[in-house]
């Protein structure tokens, strides 16, 4: 019954945001009575918790994937698994990342420390494997959590943003052409720059065709 609960109470939260939701809405899109909701649960903020955890329960072991990763594996192999995992995130739990927000708009408190405990880990394995390698000159000499962050924005991003931008070409990236763009993007942006002329001077000096 409480999973019940959560899953209506993921769907109204992420449409209507935490005050544009009512435990009474909720307990109909249930389809029980709002006497059984507070059986179940004291509060409401409790209710928001049992879905924020739901949604993030639903993508653990993709975060637990790379949280372990080992940070001396090439940047072209790395890169792609850390855009496939926030592009996988942003295309296929597209409530989770509403419910994110809407805990650091509306809430505070424990919905934010649910987040922080199940993402910081995340953010935290992404710029560490980034450190290492900006220190190894692998990758360019930037701030990595700038990095890290930057990235996570581009995928969630760019899909709506790019309605605005239709005027000057910009497409609407989506599942397997989004991970080859974003880690095209970013491999250019992050290698260093003796890297970046080898692969110019491969390129002219490949006749085409060939």
């Not at 360019?140 to 239709?166: C, D, G, H, Y």
């Not at 720059?193 to 390129?203: H, N, P, S």
Request: proline fraction near 5%.
């Amino acid at each position: 019954m409480s999973g019940r609960i959560a899953r209506a109470a993921v769907a109204l939260f992420s449409r209507q945001g935490y005050h544009g939701t009512s435990t009474r809405e909720i307990a109909r899109l249930a389809d029980v009575s709002e006497v059984t909701v507070f059986r179940y649960f004291e509060r409401k903020e409790d209710i928001f918790l049992a879905a924020l955890q739901s949604c993030f329960t639903t993508i653990k072991p993709r975060l637990a994937s790379l949280e372990h990763t080992p940070e001396l594996r090439s940047p072209e192999v790395m890169l792609p698994l850390i855009l496939s995992l926030l592009v996988d995130i942003a295309t296929f739990s597209p409530e989770l990342l509403k419910l994110v927000a809407v805990s650091f708009v509306e809430l505070h408190g424990k919905a934010e420390d649910e987040c922080r405990a199940h993402l910081g880990p995340l953010f935290a394995a992404i710029t560490g494997y980034l450190t290492t390698n900006m220190g190894n000159g692998k990758l360019r000499k930037l701030n990595p959590s700038i990095v890290t962050v930057a990235m996570a924005l581009t995928v969630i991003a760019q899909p709506e943003l790019s309605k605005f931008a239709s005027a000057s070409g910009v497409a609407r990236l989506v599942g397997r052409e989004a991970i080859e763009e974003y880690t095209a993007f970013w491999l250019k942006v992050l290698m260093p720059a003796r890297e970046r002329v080898r692969d110019l001077v491969v390129a002219v000096e490949t006749p085409q065709g060939s």
